[in-house]
């Protein structure tokens, strides 16, 4: 430059450039429900060679252990007594059943805002679990779970953009009677949220009453019928093949209230299944339909997950393995054959058997978790919070899932290719003039639209993180977990409706 020539003025702009990063996007770039099936780790010919060996199964095999009231429901449909205890299942009626179950339906939240579709291609990442462990904010260490941690853990997901619904994460063990167990879990559910939720009956006799809660929650007798916020949790069919009597006398119950159910097949490779992935496959698929068949032969067309979740056991110890290859492969393949069915999916990921949030735990998250959504799982369980082989669960870790669902979203979202989107225009622009992209419309554009920006992932260089206190993810986590637990102190019951759930029910 000319010593003469007057100085070029400072670019203004770089403020202007941060404060828009800094800003809150006007919409979410990647939100729940975007679109899975872009994994398919069987081919055509797996799928059918699969399924007809399901199909066989029931029809030759058949299921054992039938319970005398579900035997006559069944029989009456087209089921054949085998006279050797065991039930067969003719393709026809399985096939049949497929034709009539829904496709689709609603799984409502007391907000209606909240409710979400499931079944076609949306994923959406949600909770399960029986935790009897908590990993302690305060120590680091497990300790038993409580009801007060489950109605911490239902005050802090109900803040989670990236939780769809909820289902108790964990069992409070300072509730011994079985009774006292179901009402005040539900009565969690209740008071911390208006998301869709989810809960287990022990027994059959407990449906009738809770449902009187929910008809307090939902405005009057009846009224939770006509529109149920609540799916029930159940597991009819035992592996290998048979049937769970109390759990089929509370599937009776539950169809009887019109509650949506999830019906949960959870083999496990090795010991109640084979141990070879297609065969494991197979056998699961079958006993999964089986549920199916007995749902649609006491009520047909009623909605219903088909909850294939594949377990897998470490064959050397017989120890649960909830975070290894094997589950990555096995539930995005029971998720892809779910949709290859047509039948809204629901599959278990993410159950790290890591204790801490570590390097462990960030890998067997990130790859079951993101697996299962790729493959197109329509209800991604067990996803949000659960460590230690689902013996534990964490408030941290609903932190770390929330961002990690994100971004396993924006993944499912894809590249979308436009005129605009390709930038013909502005790579003309950007070369011939500033040589860069930063602070183009193009870019602002695009930052607001197709970019998840993680709260607690770091991104700074090292000397700034270390200037902040070297913080660890599982700190900013604890951090962020106090805060709303400290802050959000929800009542979704009004007072006269708490009164009168108070006034029937050992509220504890």
């Known amino acids: 430059m000319n010593k003469d020539s007057p100085p070029k003025p400072r670019r203004s702009g770089r403020k202007e450039r941060l404060a828009k990063r800094a800003a809150p996007l006007p919409v979410n770039p ?16 797996d799928c ?7 199909l066989r199964l029931l029809d030759e095999l058949g299921m054992g ?20 205890g065991r039930l067969g299942l003719p393709s026809a009626l399985v096939e049949d059943t497929i034709a009539m179950a829904p496709k689709q339906f609603t799984f409502h939240g007391r907000d209606p805002a909240r409710s979400i579709e499931v079944g076609g291609t949306a994923v959406h990442f949600g909770t399960g679990g029986a935790a009897v462990q908590v990993l302690d904010m305060n120590s680091g260490l497990y300790r038993e779970a409580t009801l007060r941690d489950l109605h ?17 994460c964990c069992i409070a063990t300072d509730v011994a009677d079985p009774f006292d167990l179901d009402v005040n879990t539900a009565y969690a559910l209740m008071k911390n949220t208006t998301k869709p939720v989810a809960t287990a009956f022990t027994l059959a006799e407990h449906v009738d009453p809770i449902v009187k809660m929910f008809d307090i929650a939902a405005g009057g007798d009846g009224a939770f ?5 609540v799916k029930a949790h159940i597991s009819p069919v035992i592996s290998p093949m048979r049937f769970g009597g109390d759990a089929v006398d509370v599937t009776f119950e539950c169809l009887k209230h019109n509650i949506p159910l999830s019906c949960i097949t959870a083999a496990q490779a090795g010991a109640t299944a084979p141990a070879t992935m297609a065969g494991f496959l197979a056998s699961s698929l079958a006993e999964t339909l089986a549920s199916l068949v007995m749902v649609n032969a006491i009520k047909p067309g009623h909605p219903m997950v088909f909850s294939n979740w594949p377990l897998v056991i ?20 029971s998720a892809q054959m779910s949709n290859w069915l047509g039948l809204p999916s629901g599959v278990a990921a993410s159950m790290a058997d890591a204790k801490a949030i570590d390097a462990q735990y960030g890998m067997e998250k990130g790859m079951t978790s993101l697996a299962a959504g790729l493959a197109g799982g329509n209800l991604i369980y067990e996803s949000s919070g659960m460590t230690a082989s689902l013996l534990g669960a964490s408030f941290e870790a609903f932190i770390l899932d929330d961002e990690m669902h994100a971004m396993t979203y924006r993944t499912l979202r894809g590249v979308e290719v436009s005129e605009e989107n390709l930038g ?5 622009e950007a070369v011939l003039g500033e040589g860069h992209f930063l602070g183009g419309q193009h870019t602002f554009s695009a930052m607001e639209r197709d970019y998840v920006y993680p709260d607690l992932a770091d ?10 206190g070297a913080e660890d993810a599982w700190s900013r986590a604890n951090a962020k977990a106090r805060a709303v637990l400290a802050a959000h102190q929800p009542h979704y019951l009004s007072d006269d409706q708490d009164q009168a759930i108070r006034d029937t029910f050992r509220i504890l």
């Open 30 to 45: 990647a939100p729940p429900g975007q679109a899975g099936g872009q994994y398919k780790p069987l081919s055509e010919a």
């Open 48 to 54: 059918q060679a699969i399924y007809g060996t399901a």
């Open 65 to 84: 252990e039938v319970p005398k009231r579900l035997e006559e429901v069944l029989l009456s449909k087209g089921a054949r007594d085998q006279g050797n």
């Open 152 to 168: 911490d853990f239902t005050r802090l997901q109900d803040t989670l953009t990236n939780v769809s619904w909820f289902t108790r």
């Open 225 to 229: 019928a006509k529109r149920p916020f």
């Open 314 to 333: 470490d064959l050397r110890t017989g120890a649960f393995a909830g975070g290894g290859a094997e589950t990555v492969l096995l539930n995005a393949a």
């Open 424 to 428: 013909f225009d502005a790579i003309c």
């Open 459 to 468: 991104r700074e260089n090292p000397k700034t993180w270390e200037d902040a």
